[in-house]
Structures are given as structure tokens and as C-alpha cells.
């Protein structure tokens, strides 16, 4: 069985930073590219940041750009999200999701963390 | 970087259709066939419903099914049932190897 469990999420201080953390089990995690979206609670999704199997390709949302950097660590299973100088409307619940092979769509995703951003 | 307009709600009695549409542009739906849609209800993590425009995962029911026209993509429920409300979203690929989600549809079975 697929699981995404993302950890890291809480409250953070504007300009602080924040790691958030997606451990991967149930697939061979380095034959799949992985995504970051993130939602504020009661409003609608927002994809935030992609990479490629081998970290070759990594994208940003515009929103997010310049400020947040994905990696991943394939020998560990795990997805990372970094969070430089965050902002109040940074404030969301971050998913991991799983893209599909050779495809463009997201077939698996995690429960979600949630971040705080507040003074 | 916009997102995708939906209809904020749509609304129909048991075993109507309804539909929920989806509209982009050139650079995303309209330039490809990669939009898919996700089912959300309270409190839950999406669910994927519909993949390259038209096509079912294992385990979805035939009751949804997707199309597209030009820059707008379709989400179509038929046999509508209390269980399918719940927000829905169609996401597309966009240009830049970035991707777009719609602004969201709340579905309410009256």
C-alpha cells in the first residue's frame, strides 16, 4: 500500500524557517516524481512545488519561488520542502503527493501538515 | 500563476447529472490532455477521479466521467447519489512544467 506521511508542520514566526518532511513506503520511491500542494483550511488547493526521480527538474509555484527549495533523498525514502522567510499567507495544510509514471496527474496523497505562519 | 475558474457550487437532486466545468486557456487545458479531477470530501485527502481528460482509475465509478472543448474541461455526474457531495477540483499541466488547479466546486445534493 501506498502511504505519504508528512511531518515537520507547526507554527513559525514570518522570516523564520521551516522543513517539512514526506516519508514514502509501499512503491519504489526514486521511479516516481513527487509534488508538494498545499491548501488553507476551508479554501481550495494550490500546487506549490515539483521534482523529477533524480532531483533533474525542480519547480516552483511563482508564489513561492526564490523562497522555498524541494529535495529529495531517494537512499531514505523521503521528500523535503525547505521554508525561507515564510509568509502569513504561507499558512496551509501541505500535502505530498505522488505524480504518476509517464503521466500528469497525482494518484497518491499524503494526509497532510499543517503550517502556521504568525507573529 | 491564476488558477483554472470552476463554479463555486452546483447542486442537484438524487439521480440527476450534473456537471461541473472547468475553464483555462491554451497554455493549460486548452494545449494538451493532461487535466484530471479530484474529489474532496470535509476533512478528507483529494481523490483522484478522472485522469487525461476522460479516464478512470481502477475503482472509480462510471457514474463520472470527463470531457473537454477547447480551453474548458467537463466533470460529469450521473446517477447523482448523497455521497458525492463534496468539493471537487480539475488540475491541469501548464506550460513550464508547472501545474494548475481549478478554484474549487462544492456539489450539494439536495
Known amino acids: 500500500e501506498v502511504m505519504l506521511v508528512e511531518s515537520g508542520g507547526g507554527l513559525v514566526q514570518p522570516g523564520r524557517s521551516l522543513r517539512l518532511s514526506c516519508a514514502a513506503t509501499?512503491?519504489?520511491?526514486?521511479?516516481?516524481?513527487m509534488h508538494w500542494v498545499r491548501q488553507i483550511p476551508g479554501k481550495g488547493l494550490e500546487w506549490v512545488s515539483g521534482?523529477?526521480?533524480?532531483?533533474?527538474?525542480?519547480d516552483y509555484a511563482e508564489s513561492v519561488k526564490g523562497r522555498f527549495s524541494i529535495s529529495r533523498d531517494n537512499a531514505k525514502n523521503s521528500l523535503s520542502l525547505h521554508m525561507h522567510n515564510p509568509r502569513v499567507e504561507d499558512t496551509a495544510l501541505y500535502f505530498c503527493?505522488?505524480?504518476?509514471?509517464?503521466?500528469?496527474?497525482?494518484?497518491?496523497w499524503g494526509q497532510g501538515t499543517l503550517v502556521t505562519v504568525s507573529s | 500563476q491564476s488558477a483554472l475558474t470552476q463554479p463555486a457550487s452546483v447542486s442537484g437532486s438524487p439521480g440527476q447529472s450534473i456537471t461541473i466545468s472547468c475553464r483555462g486557456t491554451?497554455?493549460?487545458?486548452?494545449?494538451?490532455?493532461?487535466v484530471s479531477w479530484y474529489q474532496q470530501h470535509p476533512g478528507k485527502v483529494p481523490r483522484l477521479l478522472i485522469f487525461?481528460?476522460?479516464n478512470r482509475p481502477s475503482g472509480v465509478s462510471n457514474r463520472f466521467s470527463g470531457s473537454k472543448s477547447g480551453s474548458t474541461a467537463s466533470l460529469t455526474i450521473s446517477g447523482l447519489q448523497a455521497e458525492d457531495e463534496a468539493d471537487y477540483y480539475c488540475?491541469?499541466?501548464?506550460?513550464?512544467?508547472?501545474?494548475?488547479f481549478g478554484t474549487g466546486t462544492r456539489v450539494t445534493v439536495l
Open positions: 509501499g512503491f519504489t520511491f526514486d521511479e516516481y516524481a
Open positions: 488540475a491541469s499541466y501548464r506550460s513550464s512544467a508547472k501545474y494548475v
Open positions: 491554451s497554455s493549460d487545458v486548452g494545449g494538451h490532455d493532461f
Open positions: 487525461d481528460v476522460t
Open positions: 503527493v505522488r505524480q504518476q509514471q509517464l503521466a500528469d496527474y497525482f494518484d497518491s
Open positions: 521534482i523529477t526521480w533524480n532531483s533533474g527538474s525542480r
